[in-house]
């Protein structure tokens, strides 16, 4: 399977809008498994090194005390990282090492309890001889529990792993007014490169217009590590906030980018309150990272019927492409709240046919 080629889509409907379910690729561990209470929040590069696909993930431990049928966020203890691996990005089997990256322990550290939301940066797009692992930290136990940062850490291998010294690399604010729409919480990272810049795209959550919900903002860097918030123009994509919209709460969340020639495109998830799904924006070169415009038709991916396993929430998306074929890969909740990995196929000849 070849990676993706960036070629200029056809008329017709944008790459990546018209999905195909396959199901969950990544489920949660057996019994008292560092991973058995949920699985969320993928992330995934072709590996160089090990000539075969890879993927992180959140995973979360299940409390003893829970019962037999209760999955939801009270169950589950701290977050850490998982890795998967796979050939065809449909069949994954987990390293049996996992997890590669866990909570620092020491009180007053920003990851003291959890670390959540992984992104790998591997060394042929950074240029640096390491791959960088970008994750939001969490100073509390639980699900998303206590103060949230973005932090990195650098590894030669997936293995072993270095803290940066400058951790956390992005914070809440709430001094500046520019900088409340990020003044309570840091989320999911995302990175592109376009020229000698960086661009990491996240969500926050503070106040923006008079609301308290998630936004997504952007920073830049070109190192990696020294970043820079560009709160002057953030948040550059919030939830339409319309009632009876798929995102009438405003939020905008887990931004995952992916470029073809002239248009740069952003997907998202938001939510209405009940359900969570995905949706997309889009820009251009010239206007990029700010023009953001949403697809008329979003959500793009919405959750299942009554019973299946994303009846709950289709949402938190990852988008990876290669020659032939786009996969969203996305977190997929079931009505019992079990929280697993799925994903959805868009192939380019079909979703790219003229609309009748």
Not at 24 to 33: H, I, S
Not at 36 to 60: H, I, L
Not at 138 to 150: F, I, N, P, Q
């Amino acid at each position: 399977m070849k990676l993706a080629s960036n070629k200029s889509p056809q008329a017709g409907r944008p790459p990546g809008t018209r999905l195909e379910k396959v199901g969950v690729v990544l489920q949660r561990g057996n019994g008292d498994a560092w991973d058995a209470g949920m699985v969320e929040s993928p992330a995934v590069w072709y590996d160089y090194r090990y000539s075969c696909y890879g993927m992180v993930y959140t995973g979360y431990g299940r409390r003893p005390s829970a019962t037999a049928n209760d999955f939801g966020y009270s169950t589950v203890t701290i977050p850490r990282v998982g890795l998967a691996f796979s050939d065809d990005l449909i069949h994954w089997e987990k390293f049996g090492d996992s997890p590669i990256f866990s909570p620092c322990g020491v009180q007053g550290q920003p990851d003291s309890h959890g670390v959540a939301g992984p992104l790998i940066v591997p060394s042929y797009v950074s240029g640096i001889d390491q791959y960088h692992l970008f994750y939001f930290g969490t100073t509390d136990s639980g699900y998303e529990a206590g103060r949230k940062t973005l932090n990195v850490a650098t590894s030669p291998d997936l293995i072993q792993w270095s803290r940066y010294d400058g951790n956390p690399i992005i914070e809440p604010d709430a001094h500046a007014p520019a900088s409340r729409w990020r003044s309570e919480a840091i989320w999911h990272p995302n990175i592109v490169r376009d020229g000698d810049l960086f661009y990491l795209f996240f969500n926050a959550s503070g106040v923006h217009d008079g609301q308290h919900e998630e936004y997504i903002g952007y920073a830049t860097s070109t190192n990696l590590l020294e970043w820079e918030v560009h709160d002057g123009e953030c948040p550059v994509v919030i939830g339409s906030r319309e009632p009876g919209a798929w995102d009438s709460s405003g939020r905008a969340g887990d931004p995952s980018l992916f470029r073809i020639e002239d248009t740069w495109y952003m997907v998202f998830y938001s939510w209405d309150r009940e359900r969570s799904q995905d949706g997309m924006m889009m820009t251009s070169l010239d206007a990029f990272p700010l023009g953001w415009e949403p697809y008329p038709e979003n959500p793009i991916l919405v959750n299942g019927l009554p019973g299946t396993f994303d009846a709950q929430h289709a949402g938190k998306p990852f988008v990876f492409r290669t020659e032939n074929q786009h996969f969203h890969f996305y977190t997929a909740v079931d009505e019992q709240g079990r929280r697993e990995i799925a994903v959805a196929l868009g192939n380019y000849t079909h979703e790219l046919m003229p609309d009748n």
